[in-house]
Structure formats: structure tokens, C-alpha cells
């Protein structure tokens, strides 16, 4: 078969050949054969080759029909190809566009080769075309799936999603216009607030009537896609075809958006001129809206869940006010119990000092006074107002409102300075015995709250002595805290401050109950129940405990125990500045805590102050980091309420395995913590200052490194 025979046999072409076989396979695959005459330009083409442009077989079909129905987007590059064939002789291999008579875009693959002539100068090219718009759509909606995907992933804005979707859809189909509008079923109307354009074609933007544009709005109504290949035809817009014309939708799809069985939004593509929808098509539009609103859904829920939270958050800020100042309302009710139990006392006392002071005026006001007596006189008075004041001074301080503020104080000099005020509550009839040792006990707690504590106690122990008894206060520091019934004998060191009284006693069943709230054996009217549970909290929240010893007629004995510290230039005293925070000096400390911002806070706030800090996320990986090389880290700082194990776990596993290495613990509020206590660790309450962390942990590591010789 001779060159020309190969490039343009077909069945039933006179210029084929008989080749049956190469014609069946030719037009099996959908090629086409063609034929160019380069002097003069005459195209030979089969039957196929025509159908594959869009042309009726069995009209001619010239070089120059060819030309005309390349997209013009391109036309320069299909010129540009066939020149490069010619001049280099090499392959004719291109795909472009094609616009059918019907006005369909369409893709066709043409491939083929020049052919030399007796002079050996290219005088004809031949080759083959295919019709490959299925496969290339196929491509691009792929393409354009993927972009969809990629373009909406990071937009919040529900507009902008459906404007993007609009656009791909509108650049992948090559319509007119697509866009995005939002339905009043009962108006029957349509609001478009942007829709993407052809050059040249104008924005829909605005509030437009259904029912202008022809007789659909019940199928949207349905639920079921309107498809219109030329308005002129179809009896539901026929009557409003040229409306539709001017606006560029002689051809459209409407496809509808339900929520709850209702119409709401329509997602719609218009073309200027008449136009065959394929199926693909349509389940390619069908399949961007179903993406969109998946995403336009997922937006509008983060939303709503973003003001949710934010909702939530002012309510829990609410709440969490309202409780801390219920919480500060009850310990400035338990203070004032024991300001009530002192009311008395002082009374007596201020009555006792008037008097001296009022005699010792009277004396001075008589004539013939000797200078010896009238020096005596004065004195008195003298000596008595220092008296008043420093009873005053001590009420004052004592009853002051103010936040727990844990600091580092010689509990023996505190007990001593109140216990005028100790001997003034209980009245003369009770003899105190003060048993204070002279070196220094220093502790770690409120200070306030550590004078309200003992004060209640006191009053506790003379309503028990009817006002009439003794009253052995004691004091000294312990390596721990006693088992007593379900509780387990808790290592410290720890300070105990003991009062014991010789009076009636605790009745069995309500030594379980004395430190509930509102709970008391007294007659109604002498007492709110409010004393020994500020006892209990102030213990347990100090990271320490209380106990009870009691013999019905015999007596009760209520230890305090609090946590003990060994730092003298740490001890202040209520003139005392706010300790400052301490340089790190290249100390690494190793920071567990879950929430992200708080690690990243604490860990960067101690690396300000010269520590290297490590920060890991839970108890779990702390573990991990010290099984590598725990020597390295002089304190471990960790938030006691963490998923898969608190701080607390995590801190006695610690002491078991590394003794030597002191862990700091850190909360805003745990339940464990308000059962248990702190269990002798140091504690940080949230929210705390760099210069508050510091200094506690720069304390704790000077303690520990006293008890263990460091």
C-alpha cells in the first residue's frame, strides 16, 4: 500500500483503497484519516474525520471549515504546530478545541507526519484525528476538583467558597456565567451576591424574579435540576426566551440546594448562546455543589462553634468569678466568726485598759501631786495605750481581707505575736501554756489564713472548756504525717501546731462531721460552724493536713500540719517586700504541661530569667525524657491535672526513682488537690508570675539540695 493509501483509506472512499480490515480498526479506535495538499490546500477527509469536527459526512469539508471551527484561543498554536512539521519534518502531534455547528466545545487529538515529493521537498502532510473530548473532560474535571479542594481548604467565608466553586465550574465548562444565590421560596426569588462572568458578560449581582425568566420555580421546588439546552425550545422558558437571551442564559442549569426539606440556595450555570448539557456534565456540576456545600456547611458549623466557645468561655469566665467570689465571701465569713469569738474578749480588755486610763487621769487631776506619782500616772497611761494599740494593730491585721498568698514565715514567731489575742479570746479563767521552741519553724502557707486558723481552733478548744480550763499550744517539726483511719502515713518534713484543751471532748459520731461547713453542736446563735472547716481547707489547700485526738470528758488534741521550709532568707514577715524573682543560672528545669500555651509561656519565661527549659506535653513523656538523663535537670515543674496521669502520680514516681531531683507542682483548681492536698510538694497557684515561679523553685531546690547534701 502506497503512502497515501496508508494515510486516507476508509471504507467507501474511492481514494482508500480495499484495505477492509485497516478501515474496520481505523474506525473502531475513532480515527479519522486526512489528506493536505500543501500547494493548494485541499484537505481530503474521511467520513470520521468529519464526525470527529463536528461535520455532516456527507458534506464537503474544506482546510478552511477546518480553520473556522479551531477554538480562536487556538488557532495560532495549531498554525504554529503545523509549520514546525514542515520546516522540520518532524511529527504533526497537537489537541485543541473545536466548536461545533451546535455551538459545543469539543477537543480532537490530530496526528500526523509530512510527506516528501520527487524532489524531496514537503508537498502534503497526512495523518489521523480523534475525537478525545470524553477523556479530556474527564482530565479536567479531575483538574478541577483537585483546585476546588486545594482553593476552599483555608477559606472560612461562605461567599467566597461558593465564588470560588462558581468560577471553576464556569472555567472548566467554558459557559457564560456561574454563581451562587440564596432562595425565598415564598417570593420566589433569588439574591446573587457575586457570580463569576465571561468577558463580556455581565454580572447578575442582585434580586431577580424567578418567574421573569419562565415557569420552573416549582420543579427547584422539588428538588430536581433544571436543564435548558436553548431556551426557545423548551415549553417552560419559551415564552420568556428573548428575557433569558439578553441576560446571557439561553442555555442554563439550575441546580437546586435543600436543607430540611425546604429550598434555600441555587447553584447556576448560564451560557450566552444555545448548548447540548452532557450528563457528565450535569454530574460534574452535581458533584462541585455537593463539595461546596459540604465545605460551606463545615464552615458555618466552626462558626456557630467558634461563638459557641466564645459563648461558653464568657459563661465559665462568669461562673468561675461568681464561685471565687462565693469562695472569698466564705473565708471572710469563717474569718469573721473568729473575729466574733474575739468581739468579747477585746471588749473586756479595752474596758479593763479605760479604766486605768481613766483613774490614772483622775489621779493626775488632783492638786499636791508629787512629781514621783504623777510620773507613775503617766506612765501608766503611756503603757497602756501601747497595749490598746497593739491589740487594736493585731485586730486589724488579722481581720484584713485579702487574696491567699502563700509565702515562707517563721510559724513561731507568728503563733507568739498573737497570743495576747490568743489569751484575750479565751478569757483569764484559761491558762495558756505556750510551747515554743527557740530555733526558728519555718512554713510555706497564707499567712493571714494561718492566724484565722489558729484563732478558730482557740475558740474551738475554750467552748470546750466552758471557758475554764488550760490550753496547751505546741509547736515542733516532724519527718511526717501520722496514718489516721483511711489515711496513709504521708512523708514530709512538716510543721505541727498543736492546741490541746482539758475540756469535755468530741462525741464519736460527730468527730467525723466537725469539719463539714455549717456544722456544730453548739445551741443556736453561738456559733455558725464555719471555724473548723476554714481549719480543714487552709490545711489541705497549704498542701498539709489536720488532725483530731479525743476522749469523751478527757479532752481533745487538734494537730496542724503544714508544709516546712528551710530557707531562712526566704522567711518574710507582714512588712516583709514582695520576694523578687531569682536568676536561673543555667539551671534546666523540666516543665510538664498539657496545655500548649502555658508550657510554652513557662518554658519561655524561665529561659528569660537563665534556665534551660525542656517542655514535654503529659506525665508520660517526662518519664520518657528522665529515663535518658535525668542528672541533667536540677527541679521538675508539673500541672497536677493532666490526661493519662496528674502531676501528683507523676511526682511520687519521681521521688520513688530519682530522690534527689524536687518536683514543683502547679494548678488553678483540682479537685485533687482540694481532697488530698498538695501531698507535701510545693505548690503554685494559677495564674502565677515568672518572678512567683522562680523564687519558688530556686526555694525548693535550695531544700532539697539542704536534706540531701547537695
Request: with cysteine; net charge negative; glycine share 8%.
Amino acid at each position: 500500500m502506497s503512502s497515501r493509501q496508508e494515510a486516507d483509506v476508509e471504507a467507501g472512499s474511492p481514494a482508500f483503497g480495499n484495505s477492509v480490515e485497516l478501515a474496520l480498526a481505523l474506525k473502531a479506535g475513532g480515527f479519522g484519516t486526512w489528506n493536505l495538499a500543501l500547494e493548494n490546500l485541499q484537505l481530503a477527509c474521511s467520513a470520521t474525520c468529519k464526525q470527529n469536527f463536528g461535520r455532516d459526512p456527507a458534506r464537503p469539508f474544506t482546510y478552511a471549515d477546518l480553520l473556522a471551527c479551531i477554538h480562536p484561543d487556538d488557532r495560532e498554536r495549531m498554525a504554529r504546530a503545523v509549520q514546525a512539521s514542515i520546516a522540520e519534518g518532524g511529527d504533526y502531534d497537537i489537541e485543541y478545541r473545536i466548536i461545533t455547528a451546535t455551538g459545543e466545545v469539543r477537543w480532537v487529538a490530530v496526528r500526523g507526519q509530512p510527506l516528501l515529493g520527487p524532489e524531496g521537498q514537503v508537498t502534503r502532510m497526512a495523518g489521523v484525528s480523534q475525537d478525545i473530548t470524553e477523556r479530556k473532560r474527564q482530565e479536567l474535571r479531575r483538574l478541577a476538583l483537585a483546585d476546588l479542594s486545594e482553593r476552599i481548604r483555608d477559606v472560612s467565608d461562605p461567599a467566597q467558597l461558593a465564588f470560588i466553586a462558581s468560577e471553576i465550574l464556569a472555567r472548566t465548562l467554558e459557559v457564560s456565567r456561574a454563581g451562587y444565590g440564596w432562595i425565598d421560596p415564598v417570593a420566589e426569588t433569588i439574591v446573587i451576591e457575586r457570580d463569576w462572568n465571561h468577558p463580556g458578560v455581565d454580572s447578575l449581582a442582585g434580586v431577580l424574579r424567578f418567574r421573569d425568566y419562565g415557569h420552573y420555580i416549582e420543579d427547584l421546588k422539588l428538588g430536581q435540576t433544571v436543564v435548558v439546552a436553548d431556551a426557545y425550545f423548551d415549553p417552560r422558558t419559551a415564552g420568556s426566551a428573548d428575557s433569558l437571551k439578553a441576560i446571557s442564559a439561553q442555555a442554563f442549569i439550575n441546580m437546586p440546594v435543600h436543607e430540611e426539606g425546604g429550598l434555600v440556595a441555587l447553584l447556576y450555570l448560564n451560557h450566552a448562546q444555545a448548548r447540548a448539557w452532557p450528563e457528565a456534565d450535569i454530574a460534574f456540576v452535581r458533584e462541585v455543589a455537593a463539595r461546596t456545600r459540604t465545605a460551606e456547611a463545615r464552615r458555618r458549623a466552626e462558626i456557630n462553634l467558634r461563638a459557641l466557645t466564645e459563648s461558653l468561655e464568657q459563661q465559665v469566665n462568669a461562673r468561675t468569678q461568681a464561685l471565687m467570689a462565693t469562695e472569698e465571701a466564705l473565708r471572710q465569713a469563717q474569718k469573721m466568726e473568729a473575729v466574733g469569738q474575739l468581739t468579747g474578749g477585746v471588749a473586756h480588755d479595752f474596758n479593763n485598759l479605760l479604766t486605768v486610763i481613766r483613774s490614772s487621769v483622775d489621779l493626775l487631776a488632783r492638786p499636791g501631786l508629787s512629781e514621783e506619782r504623777r510620773r507613775r500616772y503617766v506612765e501608766a497611761i503611756s503603757s497602756t495605750v501601747a497595749r490598746a494599740s497593739k491589740l487594736t494593730s493585731q485586730l486589724l491585721a488579722f481581720a484584713r481581707r485579702q487574696a491567699l498568698q502563700p509565702e515562707i514565715f517563721d510559724v513561731g514567731a507568728s503563733v507568739t505575736a498573737i497570743s495576747d489575742m490568743l489569751a484575750t479570746l479565751v478569757g483569764s479563767r484559761v491558762t495558756i501554756d505556750m510551747q515554743i521552741p527557740s530555733r526558728r519553724c519555718l512554713i510555706h502557707a497564707d499567712h493571714s489564713q494561718f492566724d484565722t486558723a489558729l484563732v478558730n481552733m482557740a475558740a474551738n478548744a475554750r467552748d470546750a472548756m466552758s471557758g475554764q480550763g488550760t490550753l496547751t499550744v505546741a509547736l515542733k517539726p516532724v519527718k511526717s504525717i501520722p496514718a489516721l483511719g483511711a489515711e496513709a502515713l504521708r512523708p514530709g518534713p512538716f510543721v505541727a501546731v498543736t492546741l490541746t484543751d482539758t475540756g469535755s471532748g468530741i462525741e464519736p459520731a460527730d468527730l467525723e462531721r466537725i469539719f463539714e461547713p455549717f456544722f456544730t453542736t453548739k445551741p443556736f446563735g453561738h456559733g455558725t460552724g464555719l471555724g473548723l472547716s476554714q481549719v480543714f481547707g487552709f490545711a489541705r489547700q497549704s498542701g498539709g493536713d489536720v488532725q483530731v485526738h479525743s476522749q469523751v470528758g478527757q479532752g481533745t488534741s487538734m494537730t496542724l500540719y503544714l508544709p516546712q521550709a528551710h530557707d531562712a532568707q526566704a522567711c518574710t514577715g507582714p512588712e516583709d517586700a514582695e520576694p523578687q524573682g531569682v536568676e536561673g543560672n543555667g539551671m534546666s528545669v523540666l516543665v510538664v504541661e498539657d496545655n500548649p500555651e502555658v508550657g510554652v509561656f513557662a518554658a519561655e519565661s524561665l529561659q528569660e530569667l537563665g534556665y534551660q527549659a525542656v517542655w514535654v506535653i503529659s506525665a508520660e513523656a517526662a518519664l520518657r525524657t528522665l529515663e535518658s538523663d535525668w542528672a541533667r535537670f536540677g527541679v521538675v515543674f508539673a500541672d497536677v491535672v493532666m490526661p493519662g496521669g496528674s502531676g501528683l502520680e507523676l511526682a511520687d514516681e519521681i521521688r520513688q526513682r530519682y530522690p534527689e531531683l524536687p518536683v514543683v507542682v502547679t494548678s488553678g483548681y483540682s479537685h485533687i488537690l482540694e481532697q488530698h492536698g498538695s501531698c507535701g510538694y510545693p505548690l503554685m497557684q494559677k495564674p502565677y508570675s515568672v518572678e512567683q515561679l522562680s523564687r519558688v523553685l530556686h526555694d525548693t531546690v535550695s531544700l532539697h539540695r539542704m536534706r540531701f547534701g547537695g
